[in-house]
């Protein structure tokens, strides 16, 4: 079975402090995703990446950054934290061919 | 960009009941999927079905992708069965997902 693991499910983070959010994914999958799902808006793209040191924007790249170094890894860092991006965070990978895509198990990050 | 519709938003079942959910999208697509949501906020896969029918024990789907829909029904609901089910497609060579805004679940026993 595919497996996708987010580092941590529970995240408490003050304003101003930089965050690591981290996604590891055994199947070999070239492609990688982070989406943040919040209340009335629905799951919205961050970021997303198809190989090793590639990354593209998504729809709401503001405030985020991420790192692809191994192909396994997809980081996704908020480089000062700010309270309007609490919310949940999902990783999700696929094979290259752009099949069927499989989701971690979810981050809900608090900054106060 | 594509955009994803999904009806009804909310839904309350009486256990045993069975219900269709609609997907409508506005574009040709090359991959579909249907995930349902559980309460700790995981998308677990339920169909990837870009085009025909399939079935999954008391859950089957069908995507019409000539008249741009899916249809996802669940039969026979269960209490476990509540929560959020989303559907989302790609439309072209390796995009990402493009997400509806999901039906919410409630199967109340």
């Known amino acids: 079975d595919v497996k996708v693991t987010q580092s941590s499910r529970y995240l408490v983070k003050r304003t101003g402090e930089k965050v690591f959010l981290e996604c590891v994914q055994d199947?070999?999958?070239?492609?990688m995703f982070w989406y943040r799902q919040d209340p009335g808006l629905g799951l919205r793209l961050i970021y997303f990446?198809?190989?090793?040191?590639?990354?593209e924007k998504g729809d709401i790249p503001e405030g985020y950054s991420v790192s692809r170094e191994k192909k396994e890894r997809f980081s996704l860092i908020l480089e000062s934290a700010s309270t309007n991006q609490t919310s949940m965070y999902l990783c999700?990978?696929?094979?290259?061919?752009?099949?069927?895509?499989?989701f971690g198990q979810g981050t809900r990050l608090t900054v106060v | 960009g594509i955009q994803v519709e999904q009806s009804p938003p909310d839904l309350i079942l009486q256990e045993g009941a069975n219900s269709t959910l609609r997907c409508n999208f506005s574009?040709?697509?090359?991959?579909l999927q249907w995930f349902h949501q559980n309460p700790w906020g995981q998308l677990i896969n339920l169909f990837y079905?870009?085009?025909g029918t399939k079935q999954n024990g008391r859950l089957s789907a069908t995507t019409v992708a000539t008249e741009r829909y899916s249809l996802l029904y669940i039969s026979s609901s269960q209490t476990t069965d509540s929560g959020v089910y989303f559907c989302?497609?790609?439309?072209?060579?390796?995009?990402?997902?493009?997400f509806g805004k999901g039906t919410r679940l409630s199967v109340i026993a």
């Open positions: 999700a990978s696929s094979a290259l061919t752009g099949t069927e895509a499989f």
């Open positions: 199947m070999d999958h070239e492609n």
């Open positions: 990446s198809y190989d090793v040191k590639m990354k």
């Open positions: 574009d040709s697509v090359n991959n």
């Open positions: 079905i870009p085009s």
């Open positions: 989302a497609v790609r439309n072209s060579g390796n995009t990402p997902l493009v």
